[in-house]
Antibody, heavy 121, light 107 residues
Framework: EVQVVDSGGGLVQPGGSLRLSCVASGFTVISKFMNWFRQAPGRGLEWVSVSYPDGTTYYGDSVRGRFSVSRDSSKNTLFLQMTNLRVEDTAVYHCAREMRLGTSREAVDIWGQGTVVVVSS | DIQLTQSPSFLSASVGDRVTITCRAS??????LAWYQQISGKAPKLLIYAASNLQSGVPSRFSGSGSGTEFTLTISSLQPEDLATYYC?????????FGGGTKVEIK
């Protein structure tokens, strides 16, 4: 079955760090365009980052310089390292796979169930 | 960044009704638009990609149309299991952005 499973969320104090994991099955993480999204309580969806197959990464304005994405091909896992966390980073974080046709971004077709991050003192 | 404006933000309809949700983009995005269904507490589920293509396994009562700046999601005959929030998303460029969502209630 093609799926991703997110984990690693928890309660952290402002200024703290956390690393989220996204384990994929049914496909290889390093061969796909992989994204992180988040959803704050009662709010809509927000794009956080993308990781390209060639290792290029891009980040949203609100997290650039604080969050970083990495991959471990041996574990078929995508990571989101979050540092200098703020209260406004509180959200459910979803790992997700982009569906592409050639170079065209078509949709995000596989989503993780989400992992909850709470930043609070 | 490309802004997406969804309307309405909330709608209440009866089982069997035809329901239409609109998504307007702040600039042209060709057909780089997807629609998702999110049932409370769950991950979003892809319904429509490339504006009008039905994702495999999605019931045929869901359809999408539009291009450029104006798009619609239609549910031809609303079912009780369609109670959810629906989001449009543009994939023309990063940052990928979403509409504010439409919460669908069953009367």
């Amino acid at each position: 079955e093609v799926q991703v499973v997110d984990s690693g969320g928890g309660l952290v104090q402002p200024g703290g760090s956390l690393r989220l994991s996204c384990v994929a099955s049914g496909f290889t993480v390093i061969s796909k365009f992989m994204n992180w999204f988040r959803q704050a309580p009662g709010r809509g969806l927000e794009w956080v980052s993308v990781s390209y197959p060639d290792g290029t990464t891009y980040y949203g304005d609100s997290v650039r310089g604080r969050f970083s994405v990495s991959r471990d091909s041996s574990k078929n896992t995508l990571f989101l390292q979050m540092t200098n966390l703020r209260v406004e980073d509180t959200a459910v974080y979803h790992c997700a796979r982009e569906m592409r046709l050639g170079t065209s971004r078509e949709a995000v077709d596989i989503w993780g169930q989400g992992t909850v991050v709470v930043v609070s003192s | 960044d490309i802004q997406l404006t969804q309307s309405p933000s909330f709608l209440s309809a009866s089982v069997g009704d035809r329901v239409t949700i609109t998504c307007r983009a702040s600039q042209g995005i060709s057909s780089y638009l997807a629609w998702y269904q999110q049932i409370s507490g769950k991950a979003p589920k892809l319904l429509i990609y490339a504006a009008s293509n039905l994702q495999s396994g999605v019931p045929s009562r869901f359809s999408g149309s539009g291009s450029g700046t104006e798009f619609t999601l239609t549910i031809s005959s609303l079912q009780p299991e369609d109670l959810a929030t629906y989001y449009c998303q543009q994939l023309n460029n990063y940052p990928l952005t979403f509409g504010g969502g439409t919460k669908v209630e069953i009367k």
